[in-house]
């Protein structure tokens, strides 16, 4: 058995020879032959990490390892008590990442359900019906409507056969097949004489030799692609990276600073050292990675909730950051449903409203509403629906066809006047047909109407207006003479222009003596009734997804394997691009370098005729371009591109498993609009990201500072290391984590991308972490040391009273002045203060924890604290206070003094693609 290259540009006797296949089939010895050589017919799934791995994968963060080490330490020489602390809070942070990802990997397994896994095939003669993992090359394929292609295939026997490619190439409507060769350079959607893995036949009957199986197939080829994309960080995971690599040189820092200031001191080797650890531990924001989990972890939660299945944790923020959603067409933007938009009937053009196959929606001429009554409105559509072989049958997902979409379309306008396919067919039965060849351009039915026998004929408007003599008008009918011939080639060319689909109907009187229906004898016969215009349209929430994307600086692109006639319109009905701006076609793209395809890219918003590797190539140059690109579809076809994105959201319903598993994101159900609630929330869960950061890197900057300012001028720190350990894993986490459920403030939409380079800590943020910290350091060192506090009994308890009015006073002001860093700009009676409940109850948890530590006996020990007196209470309150003070005085007055750095730079937008509401 030879291989065949180009199997769409041979004969198929030849492709069928080649193959050594037989009109018979193979005979089961041979098949078991070529499934031992060529394998089962199945892809290649990426091999999943094993779930020991998904859980080691959790501590993968250079904050956790400086904890790890910080933990030995102290075990080493503290004892056990504080190093499992540390361990405990690492652990639970670790579950709750693991959890989270074990669930989105049981919802994706639940979702990856539409595969074929039967295939009708004739071996030694006989029909069978075979698992489709067991075709092999040369085995022949029996194809009925409605059965889904197992593999690839060349043609050998077709009838009216049309498959839907829809998933494949972003064809929307079938595609028509035929036996004849074409040539060997032919795209892929030119190749009518293939049959691909993965598709549907929609109508007709085939028979067909496989040249191709698994990782062979064109699928095949598409999954190996994405194998070979590169997955890149997600911008909170280098965020985060960034963050904790800082960190760790600027905790290093400050622990040699200190260490050689208590030397400088006179402190001793053993002090200095467990004083560095103290540093260490003071300056990592330990509840960070905790923090940043929950949050995460709660709004896919909550997103789930909402259709929305999120695979990674980051990807909801991710998709936050976008500046280009790349968009496939038929079943994202579109409703994926051919619906009936113009009709030319009687001089009149009337307009049709409703999506789909459903039966809402009604008909206006110029604004004005027609009834549905209407004669030869109704006379048209009656035609339309009994010279139809299609079936519309409703599901608990909506409508569906079974068979031709543009018959489904028509049979969906019929019923917007009421007339039934079931209800006409059996009050006219059918006695005969013509079925619809290429070459004739044209189907037939013969009907009993009224006693008298009645042909309908729907087909191409050039062959019908050839077959007429005369036509339908608003005086009755008349002869069809040139002026009415320019009036009807008037009306296609109008729907043409709105890249409508467009079909005729005719109607003719057949009497009995006329025989069988004849397509010689329709010939002058036909009464010309009138123009029906379709598309596949797009999804109205979608057009308000879009307009709501561009308002917040977002770039939607759409690219598709459709026409660029049909693209360009659908693109400029949805806002992608004004009327009259063209598509870039596959070819153009394939004949520029990546340089002359970043500029193009910034320039078209619609691509058209795009192949599989086409897209990929579109969005690396957006990527290389500098933007931040989320990716979505539902089709094989949009697979790489998926898996290439910055982050990729397929399809549930409608999508291809091949899609379900390179995406980061699934919609299930298939719901446009849920992208953009998911990009409010992404951006939303940021700037809670952004809250949490700040208020822990504040504590910490305000930890270290008070550290080096008591050693350094008074040779002793004013707090224990376990009592940092206890501000940072207990009360900074209980703060941090209510503050990353905050509600969205409502103008995240309204706020431009932030570059792609700004990560969750900018250079406003820095400053005022260290004015903030600057503060509650020297208030801290002052009360430690000069506050005129009570006297005590003896000196170590005098030290442990004023190292506890420190140590409250800290955890004080957290809570205190979480409320003020809910916002960076607005000030707490703004927000409101009980719009967080979450929050409270942090804080009254939180506040009686603290309680407990001072006044608990066994904590006294532990903790190293002493109970306190009412003054000295008073005292904790005074950092706080001042502090919220001064920084609602500061909101009120200068509200974006620390805005530096917060958001992405103004960017020029091409036509269509309106700039954001406001920069930074």
Known sequence: MRRVQHPWAEPPGEVLKALEGSADGLSSAAARERLAQYGPNTLRTRDRDAWYVLFLRQFANPLVYMLIGAA???????GPVDAAVIGAVLLFMALIGFVQEMKARKAMAALLSLSAPKAKVRRQGRRALLDAAELVPGDLLVLEAGDRIAADARLLESANLKVNESTFTGESLPVEKGVPAVAPDARLHERRNML???????????????????MATEIGGIAEAMGGAKKEKTPLQQSIDNLGHSLIWVVLGACIVLIAVGLLRGMGWIDVFLLAVAAAVAGI?????????????????????????????????????????????????????????????GGRYLTVSGS?????GGFEQDGRHIDPDDGDLSRLLRAGALCNDAILSRTDAGWDVMGDPTEGALLAAAAKTGLKKEELEQKYPRLGEIPFESEQQYMATLHVEDGRRVAYVKGSVERLLGLCGRIQTPRGEQALDEGQRQSVVAANDRMAGEALRVLAAAVADYPAELGPLDPTRLQGRLVFLGLVGMIDPPREEARRAIQTCQRAGIRVAMITGDSPITAAAIAAQLGICKPGDAALVGREIEAMDDEALIS????????????????????????????????????????????????????????????????????????????????????????????????????????????????????????????????????????????????????????????????????????????????LSLTATWIFHHAPLPGAVDAATAHGIRQTVVFTGIVVFEWLFAFQARSAEK???????????????????????????????????????QPLTPIEVAWTLIPGVLAVAAESIRKQFAPTLFGRGQWRRAAQHPAGQPPAGRNG
């Open 356 to 360: 789909g196959y459903g039966g809402d």
């Open 827 to 865: 000030g707490v009676f703004r927000l409101g203060i009980l719009r967080n409940p979450w929050l409270l109850v942090g804080m009254v948890a939180g506040l009686s924890l603290q309680a407990l530590v001072v006044y608990l006996p066994a904590a006294n020990r532990v903790f190293h604290t």
């Open 196 to 214: 691909f893995m993965g598709t549907a036949v929609s109508q007709g009957r085939g028979l067909a030799v496989v040249t191709a199986t698994g």
């Open 72 to 78: 030995g330490v102290k075990a080493y020489f503290k």
């Open 600 to 775: 193009a890219c910034r320039e078209r918003a619609v691509f058209a005729r795009i192949e599989p590797l086409h897209k990929l190539r579109i969005v690396n140059a957006f990527k290389r371009d500098g933007q931040v690109v989320a990716m979505t579809g539902d089709g094989v076809n949009d697979a790489p591109a998926l898996e290439a994105a910055g982050i990729g959201v397929a399809m549930g319903i409608t999508g291809t498993d091949v899609a379900k598993e390179a995406a980061d994101m699934v919609l299930s159900d298939d719901n446009f609009a849920s992208i953009v609630a998911a990009v409010e929330e992404g951006r939303v869960i940021f700037n809670r990201l952004r809250s949490a950061t700040f208020f822990l890197l504040m504590t910490c900057t305000a930890e270290l500072l008070t550290l080096f300012l008591s050693v350094a001028f008074y040779g002793e720190s004013p707090l224990e290391p376990i009592q940092i350990l206890w501000i940072n894993l207990v009360t900074g986490a209980m703060a941090a984590i209510p503050l990353g459920l905050e509600p969205g403030i409502g103008d995240e939409l309204s706020q431009p991308p932030r570059e792609p380079g700004v990560g969750l800590v900018y250079p406003g943020m820095v400053l005022r972490i260290l004015l903030a910290g600057l503060f």
């Open 285 to 345: 924001p330990e509840g960070l990675p905790a923090a940043v989990t929950i949050v995460l972890a709660i709004c896919v939660s909550r997103m789930a909730a909402r259709n929305v299945i999120i695979r990674k944790l980051t990807a909801v923020e991710t998709l936050g950051t976008a500046t280009v959603i790349c968009s496939d067409k038929t079943g994202t933007l579109t409703v994926n449903q051919m619906t009936v938009r113009a009709i030319w009937t």
